[in-house]
């Protein structure tokens, strides 16, 4: 045993926090410190942990397990923090030992914390990670500085592919001697509970995996191989280093549960006193709370701030509120209590048409919590409607989704008269979708789920399973999901659903209506079933109408037609791309005309906080009395006598009052902000793009918003 010169700025002592300056307030550029952007809890009841204390129970263990995500900026700040506290108050008997480093460059890192290589050199031979500048290299530095020891923990890549050349039996000891000393002396099995937590997270891809295995018939598997080799580094680095703490840092995965590494290390130190630590990346350390079963001894919640390297991108992070329309009923009576709906609609659409959608339904016994997708995109029509998620962002969407929709439920709750018993939380489409997948990985929500023919739904196989053994004792939420499927996606989702099955979450598929007719009434009443309302049934001998309609926003407005056709005489209305066989129905025809709107109800506002001029386009085929008739609308301006923000005009296609001159005209007047729209129902892409492509000059110095249509 030998003792170590150990230079430690006194903050160390005290925080176990390191700075380059003297204590005083951080530049504007810095990251606050480090006590202010972490909070400690205990790992199995969730109490907080003063942080001196939680550096003061790592100080005692003889093997500490850091648990991170690999790219978060506070996380490597907790991990040089810890390292630091750690070589201060054991006298600098510390081993730090890492994943992010492979046994075979154990030479190379001993060279350079020696002083014998240089840092280029090092980083040539040692293969460090991408985020190795950002994310490690303070650690290394630090040990280097103070003369600590530094482990290679991780098995060799080229180990692992020496292996797989193996084929169906490989084997250790065929390696050659010097690749054999860079292994693990033996390999020992994962437990079963591990291993269902590892197909699990890898459940979207398990079909191209060898998994159909006994537990110890995966001891060759790269995962086995990683828990082995570092689990056995640190309990060898424990013996070389009599009276010093080895302190691991590792993916979060392999120390969760005590299980992985942990295990693996314990299996071979079975009176080492262990600590094992899970830092959780989250928006607000303060009121993060420990949940499910225990996870480590401690838990640290990191403010998210910024990612480092990751797949050729750096982030930071800002926080974004996700925007809802909320209608509730009235008058409510002393006492009363409604229920709630919240909608997820398809992509392409906002919350007002989602309030549209349901509100002359519920709207007079229900409250109504209409959710706005985070990302807006131009439509084909030139809208400003929603997307719910990205392809390579597709589980951080959906866990930001599952947020929102507990955020929405959680804050209605508390201030608006709700029935708690009686949430549904549906959704068509791609919100369909969405809603699949909050409902599955919620736990916090009673709520019954109803999603309508999911869009794009394939990678939710990538969100990993609320595995029932990991819950904890938690009171677990009453929850439900009821899909409504056409033919061709039911194969699909009859194997996701015995998987939630499986898990004990109460899910069932419908075959969806082939009807028409009748997919309005199906999806109303699915919805008062989950709400806890009588179904509204219409008879079989009903009269039938239908519109014809394309495209999803001239659809979607037909669908609000059809819906107050059959509150108005009972008819069962069907929105159709083609004419019906004859004589099967009544069409409902569908169009704009001026004396619709002479009282300006139904006439579009030009949105923004000063209101604005609605200009209404009339096609060149509009005869001339329709054209008089338009213009005399124009004189009287039914907006601008209900407000005198907004204003009507109405310009013409190929003539003196066509597009461009008539917003030429309003900018000179210096009314800048202008809505557009064809004075149709509803006008499709092609039609909105030739208006745009007319006044593209005008762009930049008006705001030009667009709307299809009157309908809707």
Request: proline residues 6%; glycine residues 8%; aromatic residues 8%.
């Amino acid at each position: 045993m030998h003792s170590r010169l150990l230079v430690v700025p006194s903050l160390l002592l005290l925080a176990g926090l390191c700075t380059a300056r003297a204590p005083q307030e951080p530049a504007a550029w810095d990251a606050p410190r480090l006590e202010r952007s972490v909070a400690v809890r205990d790992g199995r009841t969730g109490a907080a942990v003063p942080f001196a204390e939680f550096l003061g129970a790592l100080a005692a263990a003889d093997a500490v397990f850091l648990g991170e995500y690999h790219t978060d900026e506070t996380t490597h700040r907790v991990e040089l923090g810890v390292l630091q506290a750690l070589a201060a108050r054991r006298s600098g008997r510390v081993v730090l030992a890492m994943e992010m480093f492979e046994r075979d460059v154990q030479g190379a890192l001993d060279a350079y914390l020696a002083g014998t290589s240089s840092e280029p050199e090092f980083r040539a031979a040692a293969r460090p990670w991408g985020n190795y500048d950002t994310g490690y290299r303070p650690l290394i530095e630090f040990a280097k500085a103070q003369g600590l020891p530094v482990v290679a923990s991780n098995f060799p890549r080229p180990l692992r592919s020496s292996l797989a050349a193996m084929g169906a039996d490989p084997s250790l000891d065929a390696l050659d001697e010097k690749a054999r000393a860079q292994a693990p002396r033996e390999l020992t099995a994962n437990s079963p509970k591990y291993w269902r937590r590892v197909d699990n997270a890898i459940r979207g891809h398990i079909g191209m995996m060898n998994v159909d295995q006994e537990d110890d018939e995966r001891l060759y598997s790269t995962q086995s191989l990683w828990d082995n080799s570092m689990g056995e580094a640190c309990a060898v680095a424990l013996d070389a280093h009599p009276g010093s703490s080895v302190l691991h840092v590792n993916g979060g995965f392999h120390s969760a549960y005590w299980d992985g590494t942990v295990r693996q290390f314990r299996l071979h130190k079975p009176d080492a006193k262990v600590v094992t630590v899970a830092i959780e990346p989250t928006t607000n350390p303060a009121v993060a709370e420990v949940r499910g079963a225990p996870v480590a001894d401690y838990v640290v919640f990191a403010e998210t701030r910024a990612t480092d390297l990751n797949e050729g991108t750096f982030s930071v992070y800002v926080q974004r509120g996700v925007k809802y329309r909320l209608h509730l009923p009235e008058p409510l009576r002393e006492g009363q209590r409604v229920p709630l709906l919240i909608w997820f609609a398809d992509d392409g659409f906002n919350s007002e048409d989602g309030i549209a959608l349901w509100k002359s339904r519920f709207g007079k016994e229900c409250a109504i919590a209409v959710v706005e997708a985070p990302y807006r995109e131009t439509q084909d029509d030139l809208v400003e409607g929603g997307r719910w998620f990205w392809p390579d962002t597709f589980a951080s969407d959906l866990g930001a989704m599952e947020g929102a929709a507990e955020g929405i439920w959680a804050y209605l709750m508390r201030h608006y008269p709700l029935d708690r018993a009686r949430v549904c939380i549906a959704g068509e489409g791609t919100g369909a979708t969405v809603v699949a997948a909050v409902s599955l990985s919620s736990s916090r929500m009673d709520a019954r789920a109803v999603a309508f023919e999911p869009r794009h739904y394939a990678k939710i196989k990538d969100i990993p399973l609320p595995l029932p053994e990991f819950r904890g004792s938690e009171r677990q939420p009453e929850k439900s999901l009821q899909l409504f499927l056409g033919a061709d996606d039911q194969e699909w989702w009859a194997g996701e659903l015995a998987e939630y099955q499986a898990i004990g979450f109460e899910s069932r598929m419908t075959a969806a209506t082939e009807d028409p007719w009748r997919i309005e009434t199906e999806r109303e009443n699915a919805l008062r079933t989950a709400l806890g309302f009588p179904a509204s049934n219409l008879p079989a001998d009903a009269p039938r109408r239908h519109i014809l309609a394309e495209g999803p926003r001239a659809q979607l407005w037909a669908r609000l037609l059809g819906v107050e056709q059959t509150q108005n005489d009972g008819a069962l209305v069907a929105v159709l791309a083609e004419e019906p066989a004859a004589g099967s129905s009544t069409e409902i025809e569908i169009g704009a005309d001026p004396e619709d709107f002479a009282d300006g109800k139904g006439l579009p506002r030009c949105p923004g906080p000063f209101g604005g001029t609605t200009v209404l386009v009339l096609p060149e085929s509009a005869p001339a009395t329709l054209v008089a008739a338009w213009l005399a609308l124009e004189a009287a301006d039914p907006l601008n006598k209900a407000s005198r923000f907004h204003h009507l005009r109405v310009a013409t296609t190929g003539a003196e009052r066509d597009l461009p001159a008539v917003l030429a005209e309003l900018a000179g007047q210096n009314r800048k902000n202008v809505l557009i729209v064809p004075a149709a129902f509803c006008a499709d892409g092609e039609t909105m793009r030739a208006l745009r492509s007319g006044v593209r000059t005008l762009e930049d110095r008006m705001t030009l918003q667009w709307r299809p249509g009157l309908g809707g």
